[in-house]
């Protein structure tokens, strides 16, 4: 199914599942209470949000061998590991703010892992039964600020710089998907997922082993080559085969 969060005409937020003629609407959450009522909302009806709101969000760093090498990288033993803060998510449609301490800001497609359960130290054979599906992530970037600073808390923590969605596709083999991301309509970066360094359970049990992920967060598994920059006024999209279509536009910031 595709798991979505939504904000109705009675400005209420709630999740539902994407269904033919529209969003089913649910009761509680894909993680507690989950039950289905019988409203369905027309699509026109709804305004789609980050289809989770994670307490955290880790990114990996040079996990694609072409991606690492265009940013003059070598790949890494361990997977390079970093945190998005939760105030940097945002839903398809929202804009991305360019900062104006940035002259640089890139975008970086990348499946998004969603954690479906409190997972500790789960071994990576485990890792499926605690992953409730995937997304689109956008991993935004200042790569000028990533550069001077030597590590990535600003370069990568900005407000709005880590869309999520449209929604979350919970039956999906996460080997072997297309992943391509467009700034308005011109193909900039085109990947498979099989050209992981770390797969997602090898990168499930090892972010795990640090610290514990609460359902809901988010593991953004890095992005294939293409990565380069975004301007205001573009519209940036995220494209990954049975997930769907992430867009958001880019406007300038102050
Ligand atoms: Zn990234």
Redesign the pocket.
């Known amino acids: 199914m595709k798991i979505v969060r939504i904000r109705t005409e009675a400005d209420e937020i709630a999740y539902g599942v994407a269904e033919a003629e529209g969003i089913a609407l649910y009761r509680g959450t894909p993680f507690v209470a989950w039950e289905p009522t019988e409203t369905v909302i027309p699509f026109d009806e709804v305004h789609l949000l980050a289809p989770v709101f994670p307490t955290k969000v880790v ?3 040079r ?1 694609y061998v072409e991606h690492a090498e265009e940013l003059g990288n070598k790949l890494p033993d361990d997977p390079v590991i970093f945190l998005k803060p939760a105030t940097a998510v945002i839903g398809p449609g929202a804009p991305i703010v360019l900062p104006s301490d940035s002259s640089e800001v890139h975008h ?1 497609a ?1 499946l998004a892992v969603v954690v479906g359960k409190v997972s500790h130290r789960v071994a990576a054979e485990d890792a499926a039964s605690h992953i409730l599906g995937y997304t689109a992530g956008n ?1 935004v ?1 200042a790569r000028d600020l990533q550069k001077k600073d030597g590590q990535w808390t600003r370069a ?1 923590g900005f407000d709005s710089f880590c869309p999520l969605g449209p929604a979350i596709e919970t039956e999906l083999d996460p080997a072997g998907l297309r992943i391509s991301c467009e700034v308005n309509g011109e193909l900039r970066q085109e990947g498979s997922t099989y050209d992981m360094v770390f797969g997602v359970a090898e990168l499930f049990a090892f972010v795990s082993r640090v610290m514990t992920l609460l359902p809901g967060d988010v593991i ?1 598994t ?2 294939p080559a293409g ?1 380069g920059p975004i301007r205001a006024g573009d519209r940036v999209e995220v494209i990954i085969e049975r997930i769907g279509t992430l867009a958001n536009p880019v406007v300038a910031g102050s």
């Open positions: 990114g990996v760093g996990n970086e990348e991993d970037t990568k953004l890095g992005t990565v």
